[in-house]
């Protein structure tokens, strides 16, 4: 996990919890474009986030998305505290 290039950062909803499954799965959804700009590269890519649902998602899109990009992925997921809150994690290892 230490060469993992975290996806995080970039848009509000990062930390967001959303209301409904189906926003979870949308946003989820609408990470693919950030995704597969590392897909390829031999980088194993991650997103964390305060919302198991959407890593639920994503551990379901980065198989498919690796699948569309002619690449082979295993998938990794943790959840941690910090501060008492919890983040869920996931991220690909690219395999060779």
Request: net charge negative; aromatic share 16%.
């Amino acid at each position: 996990m230490d060469n993992v290039k975290w996806l995080n950062g970039g848009y509000k909803e990062d930390n967001r919890i959303f209301d409904s499954e189906f926003e979870a799965k949308e946003w989820a959804d609408a990470l693919y474009s950030d995704f597969v700009a590392y897909f390829g590269n031999q980088n194993d890519i991650g997103y964390a986030s305060l919302d198991e649902k959407v890593i639920k998602y994503l551990a379901a899109f980065l198989p498919q998305w690796a699948d569309y990009n002619n690449v082979q992925v295993e998938v990794c997921a943790e959840k941690i505290k910090i501060d008492g809150q919890t983040i869920y994690k996931i991220w690909s290892q690219q395999k060779i």
